[in-house]
């Protein structure tokens, strides 16, 4: 079992930048590969960024493709989403997610086996 939690969140005007973390609870953070959702009000959870176990690969969703990147520390058992350029539609809770599968990428809520409780975003326009 891993415990995530979220931090970084704030208001931001847009074209700004502000960095996500979620912090790892014990050793096996590196044996989950690890995504970032993010939520709005009245809408569904919706993934943002997934990153393999060791941090080689990436991938993304289009809306944000370009202007956030993620990564991992594993050695601090922490994982980063670093996000410029914001937009106004980019306002959500942020959560950190750990897959239920040690080598696929959680794109899915359904593949998400642990949840950070969220941080939230706000852009201003």
């Known amino acids: 079992q891993v415990q995530l939690v979220e931090s970084g969140g704030g208001l931001v005007q847009a074209g700004g930048s502000l960095r996500l973390s979620c912090a790892a609870s014990?050793?096996?953070?590196?044996?989950?590969?690890m995504s970032w959702f993010r939520q709005a009000p009245g809408k569904e959870r919706e993934f943002v960024a997934g990153?393999?176990?060791?941090?080689?690969?990436?991938t993304y969703a289009d809306s944000v493709k370009g202007r956030f990147t993620i990564s991992r520390d594993n050695a601090k058992n922490t994982m980063y989403l670093q996000m410029n350029s914001l937009k106004p539609e980019d306002t959500a809770v942020y959560y950190c997610?750990?897959?239920?599968?040690?080598?696929?990428?959680?794109?899915?809520?359904?593949?998400?086996?642990?949840w950070g409780q969220g941080t939230q975003l706000t852009v201003s326009s």
């Open positions: 997610a750990a897959g239920r599968n040690t080598n696929l990428i959680p794109r899915t809520t359904q593949r998400v086996g642990f």
């Open positions: 014990g050793r096996t953070f590196s044996d989950y590969p």
């Open positions: 990153v393999t176990r060791s941090g080689g690969t990436t």
